[in-house]
């Protein structure tokens, strides 16, 4: 008997694990676990920072790192191919997936898929300051007042925990020299940060737009930059009328109620992250989807680094200009 195999002809009906395994060219099936590979949208990215993740709404999406890029399976076939809109590309997806099942013989209804747990912080040592401590910091200019300020505490260690498939909980207790909790001023911790490990700098713990806690609204500008370090650096250069926050990162994109209620506090925001392509992407978002205008700062790749490389008056003798030009003011005082 002739087995004639399905066409589907809507974009729902496409395994969105097959969009990623096909296009990126995987060499593992995605069952439920994340993988981490180079970049498809950065040629020069010799560190994998390109991450395909189970999202919490149950479906596959990326994050790439190293451009700024995110999204789901629709945006990676349509940033991979430059097309113009979603209709253009699910029609594309559509056409690649019937000629798959076509000529293969999996059955993706029939792929045993399961969520793979993964580890969270679930307690952390705190530790006393060291001359190492000092020695890191100090090269921004940024010194024990402003970490405590913004609840920097240097940490001994943290423990991870996870549970297995057979329901056991594996943990992992992690130390390292030139580790910090950053915290919220009730004591929350919101995030670690390894300065000195190649992979995992930043291991979020929970959402929260950073500095929130410090900010007055008292003054007329908002910086958003791309750090807490950031932050620092920017208090460190003096303005009396301008504060500053950070996003989780820099491909965090902060919510639009919360920019709205910003807009109707101060008179005037921009945005400041790295100089680097995916710095200038991320600020380039915020302009189109929030009118807020960008500075790019073409000393070193951000602000801090700015700071120590150059000082802190060749830093704010630069900035300042590209301040005022976007905001249209000529006040930006220090």
């Known amino acids: 008997m002739l087995r004639i195999k399905s066409l589907i002809t809507d974009i729902t009906e496409v395994p969105r694990e097959w969009v990623f395994e096909h296009y990126l060219q995987l060499s593992v099936k995605l069952t439920g676990q994340d993988e981490k590979i180079k970049s498809v949208f950065n040629p020069n990215d010799k560190t994998p920072s390109m991450y395909i993740y189970h999202s919490s709404s149950n479906v596959y999406k990326f994050k790439d790192f190293s451009t700024g890029k995110y999204g789901d399976s629709i945006t990676l ?3 991979m191919y430059k097309l113009s809109t979603r209709g253009e590309t699910a029609y594309k997806i559509i056409e690649d997936y019937n000629k798959f099942i076509l000529d293969n013989k999996e059955d993706y209804s029939m792929r045993e898929f399961k969520k793979q747990s993964r580890y969270k912080i ?3 040592t705190p530790r006393s300051w060291t001359n190492l401590d000092e020695k890191y910091w100090t090269k921004f200019h940024i010194n024990s007042k402003l970490l405590d300020f913004y ?12 549970e297995e498939e057979d329901g056991t909980v594996k943990e992992l207790i992690i130390k390292n020299h030139n580790m910090y909790g950053f915290f919220r001023k009730d004591g929350t911790l919101y995030k670690i940060y390894q300065p000195l490990v190649k992979d995992n700098k930043f291991i979020k713990v929970r959402d929260y737009i950073q500095g929130s806690d410090q900010l007055t609204m008292k003054v007329p500008y908002l910086i958003i930059c791309s750090s807490l370090k950031d932050i620092m650096a920017f208090t460190k250069l003096g303005y009396k009328n301008a504060e500053a926050i950070a996003p989780d990162s820099e491909n965090t994109m902060i919510q639009e109620y919360v920019i709205n209620a910003y807009k109707h ?6 945005t400041l992250f790295d100089n680097d392509p995916a710095g200038i992407e991320s ?4 302009e189109k989807r929030y009118d807020i205008p960008y500075v790019v700062l073409d000393l070193s790749k951000d602000l801090s680094d700015s700071i120590k490389d150059f000082g802190i008056h060749k830093t704010r003798d630069a900035l300042t200009p590209l301040l005022k030009e976007k905001l249209k003011k000529t006040v930006i005082t220090q």
Do not use: H
């Open 283 to 286: 600020m380039k978002k915020y």
């Open 265 to 270: 506090k101060y008179q005037g925001i921009v």
């Open 151 to 162: 609840k920097v505490t240097p940490l001994a260690n943290y423990k991870l925990s996870r």
């Open 77 to 79: 076939v349509m940033e």
């Open 122 to 124: 679930v307690d952390f």
